[in-house]
Each structure stands twice: as C-alpha cells, then as structure tokens.
C-alpha cells in the first residue's frame, strides 16, 4: 500500500551533478521527515541528507556545501541535488520515509557511480 520509488542516478564524471527523485505514495500515516542515505560496498548505509521538517536540513560533513536535499510537499516528493561529485561519492543512495507513527519506508536504492 505504501509505495516509495526512487529515480535518477548513474554515471557522471568527477565534478558532474546528478539530481535524484523519491515520491513517496499510498496508505501511510502521514510524513515525520524524509532522507537520503548511502551504502558502499563493504560498508554501512549512512545518512546522507536528511529533512525532518519543511523547514529543517541535515547532512553528512562529507557532502555538506556540495548536495541540497529539498522536498515537494504536493507530490510527496524529494529530491537530492548532487554537485561537485567525486569518485567518493559512489554508491547505491536509498530513499527514506518516516510516516507520523516512526515508521520507516525505503525505496529500491538507485546506483550512482563517479569516475576520474
């Protein structure tokens, strides 16, 4: 019933922007916040961006000044704008959503890699 669907993503060059999309839709108890975050291989998902508000931004020191998490309330929708990628940056980025009861809600994962 609650469904989160991730968009864009891919292959860019060092110094390249991406912009990723995530619509959340369906049966859910309302919005808490919404994030991005980010698996490596051989590594941990991480918190990437994150608003847990309208009005409230987080992110990791390592994107900070470089991507811009924003929200489309209409549309149940965020976005990651991502610039000045670098080769660090690769990785599967994962949608998150957190309805008004704690419950989280992942999207599919969309692979983004960075070459030099």
């Known amino acids: 019933q609650v469904q989160v669907v991730q968009s864009g993503g891919g292959l860019v060059q060092a110094g390249g922007s991406l912009r990723l999309s995530c619509v959340a839709s369906g049966s859910i108890f309302g919005i808490r916040g919404m994030g991005w975050y980010r698996q490596a291989p051989g590594k941990q998902r991480e918190l990437v961006a994150g608003?847990?508000?309208?009005?409230?931004?987080t992110y990791a020191d390592s994107v900070k000044g470089r991507f811009t998490i924003s929200r489309d309330n209409a549309k149940n929708t965020v976005y990651l704008q991502m610039n000045s990628l670098k080769p660090e940056d690769t990785s599967v980025y994962f949608c998150?959503?957190?309805?008004?009861?704690?419950?989280?809600?992942w999207g599919q994962g969309t692979q983004v890699t960075v070459s030099s």
């Open positions: 998150k959503v957190v309805d008004g009861l704690g419950t989280d809600y």
């Open positions: 608003m847990p508000s309208t009005s409230t931004t």
